[in-house]
């Protein structure tokens, strides 16, 4: 196979330091070494690749933009989306690992945490020693978070915690969840570390979106919370609406990932395959998916860049995260499932990779914010009218 050189109609690399060059194409070989010549089989058999997860420390990835005081690499912005866009190439499962260690579990910590909590925490999740979950997401409220159930009540020596989370990515795997339950009504932020009594986290089964990644039920059966595990500077449902934009980011950049890899598979197949004794590249209708295809890719390049820009100046609104989120999620999924009819029957096979990018995509639409509700965020920013109820 040919060595993937990235796709970039416009010469976005023009916009990139040297520096985020580096470290772009050093997780590019990564992911071409280490990502894609495993990572069929884990998807078949629903498995997380454990054995990355010292690499991916050892190259700085989780906490990527966070003090070097703590182990991190202390990157900026457009490097770590960079970083994103790279590992998702390889599968979303694998960026979504990232995401969650990263965005929503050490920036928590990071900016609503104690100085103990960070100095305990922090160093042990940037080497890996140590994973993390992020659960907010409950059975009975997806898009509509601020109506949890789940609760925390002040005893004696701690909080009390009752209730139930789902769809959890890493929950079973993870050491550390940093756990949204109301206080006396307020959202609240809690470290509840694994093993502690009355709290399990059953893997959920029977995926067929993002297999290389574990998702899971975290129950809470009176469990006890000590004193030190709050994450004191929460108060409100805004704090984890702050850890979502973390995230939100980094799929916006890793989604480029996947339409790249799909394009590059469509791509190469249209330029070899032979239909009416021509590639059926030469063919007006499959040129104009490819050029659609490449389009996207480039509005969505230059919509990042400026967006880790923002970011990286401190000017960016939450919105605009929704709206990348929401552009290139939607356009992601579009490419792949265009990708697929230019590749034929081959395209259903995993011998290509973009099926699975398919099918995680659908995965990656709906999580950190559905297409409408992303819809409706924007739309409420330039109306001024909410139209969520
Ligand atoms: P609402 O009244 O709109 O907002 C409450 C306060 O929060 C502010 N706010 C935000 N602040 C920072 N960042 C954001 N993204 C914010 N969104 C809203 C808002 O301005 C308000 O502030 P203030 O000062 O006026 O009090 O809240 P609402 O209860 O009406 O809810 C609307 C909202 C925004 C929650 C809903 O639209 C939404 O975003 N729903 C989506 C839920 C979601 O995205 N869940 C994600 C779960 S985590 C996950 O999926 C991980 S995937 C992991 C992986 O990568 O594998
Ligand atoms: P619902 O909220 O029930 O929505 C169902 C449909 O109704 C959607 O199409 C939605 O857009 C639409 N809808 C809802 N309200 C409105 C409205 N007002 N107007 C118009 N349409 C509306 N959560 C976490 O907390 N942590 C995680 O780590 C995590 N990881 C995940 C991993 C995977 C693989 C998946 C699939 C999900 C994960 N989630 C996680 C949960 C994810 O954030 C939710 O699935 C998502 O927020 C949507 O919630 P829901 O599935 O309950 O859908």
């Given at each position: 196979?040919?060595?993937?050189?990235?796709?970039?109609?416009?010469?976005?690399?023009?916009?990139?330091?040297?520096?985020?060059?580096?470290?772009?194409?050093?997780?590019?070989?990564?992911?071409?070494?280490?990502?894609?010549?495993?990572?069929?089989?884990?998807?078949?058999e629903g498995q997380f690749p454990m054995q990355l997860i010292p690499k991916m420390a050892e190259l700085g990835l989780f906490g990527t933009t966070l003090p070097q005081q703590y182990g991190c690499a202390e990157l900026?912005?457009?490097?770590?989306?960079?970083?994103?866009?790279?590992?998702?190439?390889?599968?979303?499962?694998?960026?979504?690992?990232?995401?969650?260690?990263?965005?929503?579990?050490?920036?928590?910590?990071?900016?609503?945490?104690?100085?103990?909590?960070?100095?305990?925490?922090?160093?042990?999740?940037?080497?890996?020693?140590?994973?993390?979950?992020?659960?907010?997401?409950?059975?009975?409220?997806?898009?509509?978070?601020?109506?949890?159930?789940?609760?925390?009540?002040?005893?004696?020596?701690?909080?009390?915690?009752?209730?139930?989370?789902?769809?959890?990515?890493?929950?079973?795997?993870?050491?550390?969840?940093?756990?949204?339950?109301?206080?006396?009504?307020?959202?609240?932020?809690?470290?509840?570390?694994?093993?502690?009594?009355?709290?399990?986290?059953?893997?959920?089964?029977?995926?067929?979106?993002?297999?290389?990644?574990?998702?899971?039920?975290?129950?809470?059966?009176?469990?006890?919370?000590?004193?030190?595990?709050?994450?004191?500077?929460?108060?409100?449902?805004?704090?984890?609406?702050?850890?979502?934009?973390?995230?939100?980011?980094?799929?916006?950049?890793?989604?480029?990932?996947?339409?790249?890899?799909?394009?590059?598979?469509?791509?190469?197949?249209?330029?070899?395959?032979?239909?009416?004794?021509?590639p059926i590249a030469s063919f007006q209708m499959i040129q104009e998916k490819l050029v659609y295809i490449l389009t996207e890719i480039t509005k969505a390049q230059l919509m990042n860049i400026q967006l880790g820009r923002?970011?990286?100046?401190?000017?960016?609104?939450?919105?605009?995260v929704s709206m990348a989120k929401r552009n290139n999620c939607e356009k992601a999924l579009e490419i792949a499932r265009m990708s697929r009819e230019i590749l034929g029957a081959n395209g259903i096979l995993d011998e290509?990779?973009?099926?699975?990018?398919?099918?995680?995509?659908?995965?990656?639409?709906?999580?950190?914010?559905?297409?409408?509700?992303?819809?409706?965020?924007?739309?409420?920013?330039?109306?001024?009218?909410?139209?969520?109820?």
């Open positions: 196979m040919n060595k993937f050189t990235g796709v970039d109609y416009f010469n976005t690399d023009s916009l990139l330091s040297s520096e985020e060059l580096l470290i772009r194409d050093t997780i590019r070989d990564f992911v071409s070494d280490e990502i894609i010549p495993i990572i069929e089989k884990y998807n078949r900026n912005n457009v490097a770590y989306g960079l970083i994103m866009q790279e590992l998702e190439r390889g599968d979303s499962g694998i960026r979504s690992f990232v995401s969650v260690q990263s965005a929503l579990v050490m920036y928590p910590i990071y900016t609503f945490g104690s100085d103990e909590q960070k100095n305990k925490w922090l160093p042990l999740l940037a080497k890996g020693e140590k994973i993390g979950c992020f659960g907010l997401t409950e059975p009975d409220f997806g898009s509509n978070p601020g109506g949890m159930i789940t609760k925390a009540e002040k005893v004696k020596d701690g909080y009390l915690l009752n209730g139930a989370k789902m769809w959890i990515t890493n929950g079973t795997i993870a050491d550390i969840a940093v756990v949204w339950a109301k206080l006396d009504g307020v959202v609240r932020g809690f470290l509840v570390e694994k093993g502690t009594i009355g709290f399990t986290a059953p893997e959920m089964k029977g995926k067929h979106s993002l297999r290389a990644s574990v998702t899971s039920e975290l129950i809470f059966d009176n469990v006890l919370i000590p004193e030190e595990n709050i994450l004191p500077q929460t108060s409100g449902l805004k704090n984890a609406l702050m850890c979502l934009n973390q995230a939100r980011y980094g799929i916006a950049w890793g989604v480029v990932g996947s339409m790249m890899a799909c394009y590059d598979s469509a791509l190469n197949y249209a330029k070899t395959r032979i239909q009416f004794d021509k923002l970011k990286d100046s401190g000017k960016l609104k939450f919105t605009q290509y990779p973009v099926m699975r990018h398919a099918a995680n995509l659908e995965s990656v639409k709906t999580y950190e914010g559905t297409h409408e509700m992303h819809t409706l965020i924007i739309g409420e920013d330039i109306t001024g009218i909410s139209a969520f109820e």
